[in-house]
């Protein structure tokens, strides 16, 4: 824990931890109540979670969880006892390095990229801290070079999009992302069009 509290302190930010256990994650009404008071305390609003369609089953419990919990996240009627947030939170899925499902199949295609050519030194300093987990994949996939793998998933992501995008020549290491709070989005569009169809019919377009 300490060691992934440093690793929070790079970016200068606060790191908590909500008691999942490894392996034995699951999606419950007690840990989603933990989450949607995490939420309310930092006041967040915008969060970066996992994908549900992730390889692991640990993050696709999280994305599950998170995605509950910040969709309730400013309703007064959970019962916790911080206050809501103010407005939703805007929800987004990261990317599995592999870019493919539990088996090996592609996912949806990302709805945009970011270039971390820039940050790509703060992320290994991060990965740094994460001993436990450099440990776990020479235990579990005899991976001496977590970080390569790492760099490799950003590559892997940027082939992607040059195969897939033909007008894309951009940088080599990228992450890909969705959003999943497209609701508001949505709604203000179909308020927008039915406004402008309301306003035509009467003669005021």
């Known amino acids: 824990m300490k060691r992934l509290k440093k690793a929070a302190a790079v970016l200068d930010a606060e790191y ?12 419950t009404k007690e840990m989603r109540l933990k989450v ?3 939420i309310r305390q930092v006041k967040a609003g915008v969060i970066f979670t996992h994908l549900s369609t992730d390889y ?3 993050h696709r419990t ?13 309703l007064d009627t959970v019962p916790v006892k911080e206050k809501p ?11 599995p390095l592999t870019l493919s499902d539990p088996l090996g199949s592609q996912i949806v295609p990302p709805h945009f990229f970011v270039d971390v050519t820039s ?3 703060t992320k290994k300093k991060m990965l740094g801290y994460h001993i436990s987990q450099i440990d776990l994949m020479k235990h579990m996939h005899k991976m001496d070079d977590f970080f390569g793998f790492v760099l490799e998933g950003t590559e892997t ?6 195969l897939n995008m033909p007008r894309f020549t951009g940088s080599i290491l ?3 992302f969705r959003r999943k709070n497209r609701f508001r989005m949505i709604f203000q569009n179909f308020l927008s069009i039915n406004r402008n169809s309301y306003e035509l019919k009467r003669g005021k377009v």
């Not at 908590?16 to 999606?27: K, M, P, Q, V």
């Not at 998170?66 to 309730?72: D, H, I, N, T």
């Open 56 to 58: 692991h089953s640990d």
């Open 119 to 121: 940050v790509i030194e």
């Open 157 to 162: 992501m940027a082939k992607w999009r040059v």
């Open 36 to 38: 949607i008071s995490l």
């Open 62 to 74: 999280t994305a599950n969880i998170v995605e509950a919990a910040a969709m309730v996240s400013s």
């Open 85 to 95: 947030v103010e407005i939703t939170p805007l929800l987004y899925h990261t990317s």
């Open 174 to 176: 990228e992450e890909a």
């Open 16 to 27: 908590f931890t909500l008691g999942g256990i490894d392996g034995f994650l699951y999606d």
